[in-house]
Structure formats: C-alpha cells, structure tokens
Nanobody, 120 residues
Framework: VQLQAFGGGLAQAGGSLRLSCAAS????MGWFRQAPGEEREFVAA???????TTADSMKGRFTISRDNVKNTVYLQMNDLRPEDSAVYSC???????????????????WGQGTEVTVSS
C-alpha cells in the first residue's frame, strides 16, 4: 500500500489548510500528528464504511472526508492555532472495518508526514 500525504505548509493563526492522503485502494484511514518532543496524537479517522471520528479537541475545526473515486482522504483544518503545528501523518488499515480506527498501533501502513506550521 502506498500512501502519500501532502498539503502541509505555513499558515497564520485562524487560517486554514487542507491535507490530502492518496492511497492505492480503499482502507480505513486515519490522521495523526506529532509535535517536537510530544507523543503522537490522534486527529481523525474514517472507517472503510465511511464512519468518522474526530478528536474532541479538534471537533468543529478539523474535518476528515474521503473521495472514493480518487481513494484520497482529506483533512480540512480551519481556525488553525499555533498548537496545531506538528507533522501530520496519514495511516491505513486493511480490512472492511465498520468503526474508525483510533489507535496508531492498529494501523498497517503509514505515509510520510507533512509538516504544518501555524504562526501566531
């Protein structure tokens, strides 16, 4: 499985970015982030059946979605804050899962991260 994440960059506080992760098929997908010196953190996930879960701290600001034709998962990030600065990575899990996968250790494949920097 090949995963490619892109769309990171520099944004100002209050701004928006959209991350994309193209997969070579249909999987349960997740977004995670890791800031320097911090543990990896769950951001959002979409199951094979398109059920969605978003971390509480990001609900209302971050939205995960999928284009089933392009096998691409998006993370729309609005109202960005400096504390959202991190490397964002997408992950994929084999199998036709109904529920979103929340834990990084359950994913089978990882893409290269894309860095997001939010200035105040």
């Amino acid at each position: 499985v090949q995963l490619q994440a892109f769309g990171g960059g520099l944004a100002q506080a209050g701004g928006s970015l959209r991350l994309s992760c193209a997969a070579s098929g249909r999987y349960s997908m997740g977004w995670f982030r890791q800031a320097p010196g911090e543990e990896r953190e769950f951001v959002a996930a979409i199951s094979w059946s398109d059920k969605i879960t978003t971390a509480d701290s990001m609900k209302g600001r971050f939205t995960i979605s999928r284009d089933n034709v392009k096998n691409t998962v998006y993370l729309q990030m609005n109202d960005l804050r400096p504390e959202d600065s991190a490397v964002y990575s997408c992950a994929a899990k084999r199998g036709k899962h109904i529920s979103p996968i929340l834990f990084a250790r359950h994913y089978d494949y990882w893409g290269q991260g894309t860095e997001v920097t939010v200035s105040s």
